[in-house]
């Protein structure tokens, strides 16, 4: 199954990057990466996705490594706002299903 | 649009009840899916459905039924309410089913926050 791996938690002062890691080893050629936040106790929020290049919204960016393993969510200029718990998901392969793991929860300090 | 919406907000049930939480979207979605989120967990996927008459299986099904007649509603009950099901659940919309696809983007429901005596 695809699987993604975030560290659990991360701080970040706030004005700063927060740089979020995501590594998903097992990903199938054609299969995006998503990123989710969710803010206390919220329905998760879309966030990004990617395939291959780089992107860039009006949230964040998202760089995906060359060979597709790993991902990073930057946050350019992170708030008090941005603290919340971050999920990198992806297609379990063969299936019609997103799993979400237990993410990263960001802290952004004052 | 009103996006996803779920009723009831809050629910407390009596061990060996049953219920069922009410799912809408009006964004002619073709796929939705519930999860349920255990204080301080991930979100864990119940069932899906890839368009109306077709639903499958996620990580967590048992104790759970679920029926896609329309396209719109997407409704999930609880046969026999247990303590274990103490939970949130989210519902979530997306246009089309997970395929690797930029449609796949997911929306979600503000949430159902169930409690079981």
């Known amino acids: 199954d695809a699987k993604t791996t975030q560290p659990p938690s991360m701080d970040c002062a706030e004005g700063r990057a927060a740089n979020l890691p995501c590594n998903h080893s097992?990903?199938?050629?054609?299969?995006?990466v998503y990123w989710y936040r969710q803010i206390h106790s919220q329905g998760p929020q879309y966030i990004i996705h990617?395939?291959?290049n780089n992107e860039t919204n009006e949230m964040a960016s998202l760089i995906i490594t060359e060979d597709r393993k790993s991902s990073t969510l930057i946050l350019p200029h992170a708030t008090l706002r941005d603290t919340a718990v971050y999920y990198c998901i992806v297609r379990v392969t063969g299936t019609y299903k997103y799993i979400f793991g237990t993410g990263t929860r960001l802290k952004v300090l004052a | 649009n009103a996006g996803v919406t779920q009723t009831p907000k809050f629910q407390v049930l009596k061990t060996g009840q049953s219920m069922t939480l009410q799912c809408a979207q009006d964004m002619n979605h073709e796929y939705m899916s519930w999860y349920r989120q255990d204080p301080g967990m991930g979100l864990r996927l119940i069932h899906y459905s890839v368009g109306a008459g077709i639903t499958d299986q996620g990580e967590v099904p048992n104790g759970y039924n679920v029926s896609r007649s329309t396209t719109e509603d997407f409704p999930l009950r609880l046969l026999s309410a247990a303590p274990s099901q103490t939970s949130v659940y989210f519902c979530?919309?997306?246009?089309?089913?997970?395929?690797?696809?930029?449609?796949?983007?997911?929306?979600f429901g503000p949430g159902t926050r169930l409690t079981v005596l």
């Open positions: 979530a919309s997306s246009y089309s089913r997970p395929g690797g696809r930029a449609t796949d983007t997911q929306y």
């Open positions: 097992t990903i199938s050629g054609n299969e995006y």
């Open positions: 990617g395939l291959k």
